[in-house]
C-alpha cells in the first residue's frame, strides 16, 4: 500500500536503558584504560568525523550509493567533486564503519551510511553540522570569556 507509514519495530524500553548503562560502562571503562593524550585526541576527531558526515550528507553519498555500489571516480562525477579529496573523505568515513571501501576504490553503504539518507535522519544530522554551527563554535572562547563579566542576581534580588 503506497503512502502507508510503517512505524518501525524498537526493542522494550528496558532493554534499550539496559545496553545504554553497558555501552557508558564500557566508554568509561575504556577511557579509565586509555592514556589520556589517546582519549582527548580521539574526542578531538569526532570534530572532524562530524565535518565529514556533514560534508557526505550534504552531497547525498547515501542517496547515490542507495542503487548499489560505485566507483569513486563515478561519484566525484556525480556529485561534482574532486575524485582525490572525495576518495579520502570517503576513505575517512569507512575508516570509522559509515561506508565500506571494497575494491578498486568501489564504495557501498552501511548501516550507519543509510542513516544518512533523505528518508531517514539526513536532514536532522546535516542541519547540524552546517557551515554556521561550526562558525558558532568557532567563538567559543569568545562567548566564555565574556559570559565570565556577566554575573547572574543572587535569588534574594
Not at 13 to 29: A, D
Not at 42 to 71: N, R, S, T
Amino acid at each position: 500500500m503506497k503512502g502507508k507509514i510503517q512505524i518501525p519495530h524498537y526493542p522494550p524500553l528496558f532493554f534499550i536503558k539496559m545496553t545504554e548503562r553497558l555501552r557508558y560502562f564500557f566508554l568509561r571503562l575504556y577511557r579509565k584504560f586509555t592514556h589520556p593524550n589517546v582519549a582527548v585526541f580521539e574526542m578531538v576527531h569526532h570534530f572532524w568525523l562530524a565535518a565529514a558526515i556533514g560534508v557526505a550528507g550534504e552531497l547525498g553519498l547515501a542517496d547515490i550509493l542507495k542503487e548499489g555500489p560505485k566507483a569513486i571516480g563515478e561519484l566525484a562525477s556525480i556529485t561534482g567533486t574532486n575524485e582525490e579529496s572525495l576518495y579520502r573523505l570517503l576513505r575517512m568515513l569507512a575508516s570509522n564503519d559509515i561506508f565500506r571501501e571494497k575494491h578498486n576504490r568501489l564504495f557501498v553503504l552501511t548501516p550507519l551510511a543509510k542513516a544518512l539518507q533523505e528518508d531517514q535522519v539526513k536532514y536532522l544530522v546535516t542541519s547540524h553540522l552546517t557551515k554556521l554551527h561550526f562558525q558558532m563554535f568557532s567563538e567559543l572562547m569568545y562567548s566564555v570569556r565574556s559570559c565570565l563579566l556577566y554575573t547572574s542576581p543572587s535569588p534574594r534580588d
